[in-house]
């Protein structure tokens, strides 16, 4: 298993007030997010525990691209990935923003 961490300054926080979501699912070819708030509000930290050794930089480039595209400031996001591919990384992390934002 390889842990990766990356601190990620955004395009400003996360809306709502939702203080927990999760989506997805770890299985084959798939992966769980979970999203907490708690971090500074200009940035969003990313912990990634994933079976696929060597593909840091591509971890990168995707987080990197979440971040500037999506409001995600002051939330701290796990991922569990089971294989997913990057489109599938994104779609998630979009998606888990998106439910911080609806009312609990």
Known sequence: MENLRYELSTTGPAG????????GVVASGNLEV???????????????????????????AVTADFAARMAAGGLRITIND???????????????????????
């Open 16 to 23: 709502g007030t939702r203080a927990v979501a999760l989506v």
């Open 34 to 60: 979970l999203l907490e708030r708690g971090e500074a509000p200009d940035r969003c930290v990313i912990d990634i525990a994933t079976p696929a050794h060597g593909f840091a930089a591509l971890w990168q």
């Open 82 to 104: 089971g294989g997913a591919r990057p489109d599938t990384v994104a779609l998630r992390l979009a998606q888990g923003v998106r439910l911080m934002e609806k009312p609990e």
